[in-house]
C-alpha cells in the first residue's frame, strides 16, 4: 500500500473546505448562481423609504432620477418609466437611480451628491427627471425644489407621463370628481398635476415632455403650460391610466435617449 504524501492530502482538504464554503454560500443566497461579490440590483430595504435602486454611478454624463409608482421589492417587475429609462441608458456612461414615489428627499440627496461630483470636476450638472402618476408629479416637484435651491445646473429634460395628485377625498368622491371634470373642457387639471411642473425656460429647464390621458375615470393626466403635450388615445379602449406609460414605451425611450445625448459631454466654458 502506498504511503499519501502528507503535502498532498492537506492541500485536498483545504480544496474541499473552499468547495464546501463556495457551497453554502450558494445555498445562503437563495441558489441564484451569483458570484461573490456581484451586485444585487435591489439592495435589501432598511424600510419602506430606503429602497432606491441605483443603477450606476459615474462622474461624467448626466444625472438621472426616475420615480416609481409603487414601492420598489426585490425581484420586482419594473414600472414602465423605469423600464424606458433602463433600456435608454444601455451602457452609457451616468448616474441613474430610480426612487419609490414617496422618496423625494432621499433622491433630492442623491442627485446633488451626484451633481457635486460633477462641479468638483468641472463638468456640467445635467439632470433627467421622470415619473408616471404620482411618481410624474414627484419628478415635477423635484424640479422645481431644484430651481429653488439649486445653481448652475440644467435640468435637460423633465418627463411626465400622466402625472396625478393624490387624493384629499375619498376614492368615490376622487372618481365621481373625475367623471365630472372630464366632461368640463379646460378645467380637467382639477384633480391633476397640472400646477406642478415649472414652465421649461431654455436654460435651467431646457424641456418638459409631457404625456397624457383623459380617458380613466379614477385617474387621469391633463396638459401642463409650457410642455411639449402628446394627448394618449387609442380605438381599443384598453388605455388607461395604469398602462398609460406602457402604451407610450416606444416615445418615452426615443425621449430619454436623445436626452441623455444632448446631458453628454463636455467640461463648463
Partial sequence: MTKADPAALRSAAAALCLALAALAA???????GKSPGSADPFAEPRSRRESAD???EDSVGPVIVSYASAPLARNAPPDGVRAAVLRAIGDERLSAA??????????LRWIREQMDV???DGRPARVILAGHGLGATEASETARELLFRERDFEITLLLTVDAVKSSRYGGA??????AIVNRLPGVSHS????DAAPVPDGRQ???????YQNKSTTLHGAAMPGAENHLLADWTGVLNHGNADDFAMPNLIADLKYAV???RGGRRP
Fill in 191 to 194: 384633480f391633476t398635476a397640472y
Fill in 26 to 32: 450558494g445555498c445562503a443566497g437563495g441558489g441564484t
Fill in 118 to 120: 460633477r462641479r468638483r
Fill in 205 to 211: 429647464v431646457r424641456a418638459h415632455i409631457n404625456y
Fill in 261 to 263: 445625448a444632448r446631458g
Fill in 54 to 56: 441605483i443603477v450606476r
Fill in 98 to 107: 430610480c426612487f419609490h414615489w414617496e422618496e423625494r428627499e432621499a433622491a
Fill in 173 to 178: 368622491a376622487y372618481a365621481a370628481g373625475n
